[in-house]
């Protein structure tokens, strides 16, 4: 049973930064994909970044040069680092884990941008 748990959200002025980070726990290939997805009130889940094992990174255009994702595959940990954030980024945000041919989402975070 593959559980992830994530922390860190909250409220941030315009501008400001937070990190979000994931903790993956249970059944784990080495071999996998952890990152980001968020999905706003009305809106659909969308991605905002991955980072396969090897250490491959894919972003959302809307976050690049802002959002940074980095991890540990030893602990199977995931962070999110969130810098110039803007009102538009105010989401839930999920841990995403795909191992073994299956996905795996964490509960979500709430982060909001407004001053």
């Known amino acids: 049973q593959v559980q992830l748990v994530e922390s860190g959200g909250g409220l941030v002025q315009p501008g400001g930064s937070l990190r979000l980070s994931c903790a993956a726990s249970g059944s784990i290939l080495s071999l996998n994909v952890m990152g980001w997805y968020r999905q706003a009130p009305g809106k659909q889940r969308e991605l905002v970044g991955v980072?396969?094992?090897?250490?491959?990174?894919n972003y959302a255009d809307s976050v690049k040069g802002r959002f940074t994702i980095s991890r540990d595959n030893a602990a199977n940990t995931v962070l999110l680092q969130m810098n110039s954030l803007k009102p538009g980024d105010t989401a839930v945000y999920y841990c995403?884990?795909?191992?073994?041919?299956?996905?795996?989402w964490g509960q979500g975070t709430q982060v909001t941008v407004a001053s």
């Open positions: 995403y884990l795909w191992c073994g041919g299956v996905d795996y």
């Open positions: 980072m396969h094992s090897g250490g491959e990174t």
